[in-house]
């Protein structure tokens, strides 16, 4: 089945600085991909989607220049921290929207674990 | 709009014991509806689906019948194992407005012991 790859999987930083996390597809290719961050014991709150070669669309709430999403190409999407504070911790994952027959689905990567100290 | 309600967790069972974790929906039209589990410190996974009325997912002994007349997706285990122990999330995708979000409940956490 298709494969998307998140890294890193857990990443400490200093307030104020910014972390980078990478979301990949490894073998298919992903015009779209969707961030979400977690909180502990809650669900998944959908934070913007990433568009090959256009802007993202944020939801809501999220601060675009807090959260910068950069999908380069059609199988990399990054989101960018800045100026992280320690309410940014949380758990953040990416999602690839399945193509073909496999478009009912989404698959995930494997979350990273933000922690600003 | 679409939304998700499950059953609040954690849930804590002993080990064969009958799993269920109800899930409703409220969405416009025929949605798609799936179950995902999250192992601690991992992403989701999609455990099952199904994208139309009566259909039943099924996977690793979990099943999941689609209820359009109750607008329900429960997911039951005759017989749960240790290794089940992780949070299973209800979600749904659907065809309009949407596109190809989800959008998910807010997990259920099960708890299985010897």
């Known amino acids: 089945g298709a494969v998307v790859s998140q890294h890193p999987s857990w990443v400490i930083c200093k307030s104020g600085t910014s972390v980078k996390i990478e979301c990949r597809s490894l073998d298919f290719q992903a015009t779209t991909m969707f961030w979400y961050r977690q909180f502990p014991k809650q669900s998944l709150m959908l934070m913007a989607t990433?568009?090959?070669?256009?802007?993202?669309?944020?939801e809501q709430g999220v601060e675009k220049d807090k959260f910068l999403i950069n999908h380069a190409s059609l199988t990399l999407s990054t989101l960018t921290v800045t100026s992280a504070h320690p309410e940014d911790s949380s758990f953040y994952i990416c999602?690839?929207?399945?193509?073909?027959?496999?478009?009912?689905?989404?698959?995930f990567g494997q979350g990273t674990r933000l922690t600003v100290v | 709009g679409n939304s998700v309600t499950q059953m609040e967790g954690p849930v804590t069972l002993s080990e064969e014991a009958f799993l269920t974790i109800n899930c409703t929906y409220t969405?416009?039209?025929?949605?798609?509806l799936f179950w995902y589990v999250q192992y601690p410190g991992e992403g989701l996974q999609l455990l099952l689906k199904?994208?139309?009325?009566?259909d039943k997912g099924s996977n690793k002994g979990f099943e999941a019948t689609y209820r359009k007349e109750t607008t329900s997706f429960h997911l039951e285990k005759g017989s749960v194992q240790v290794s089940d122990s992780a949070v299973y999330f209800c979600a749904l995708k659907g065809l309009t407005g949407g596109g190809n979000k989800l959008t998910f409940g807010t997990g259920t956490q099960l708890k299985v012991e010897l």
């Open positions: 990433s568009n090959e070669g256009s802007k993202a669309t944020y």
């Open positions: 969405a416009t039209g025929y949605p798609s």
């Open positions: 199904a994208t139309k009325a009566d």
């Open positions: 999602s690839a929207p399945g193509q073909g027959s496999m478009n009912t689905e989404a698959f």
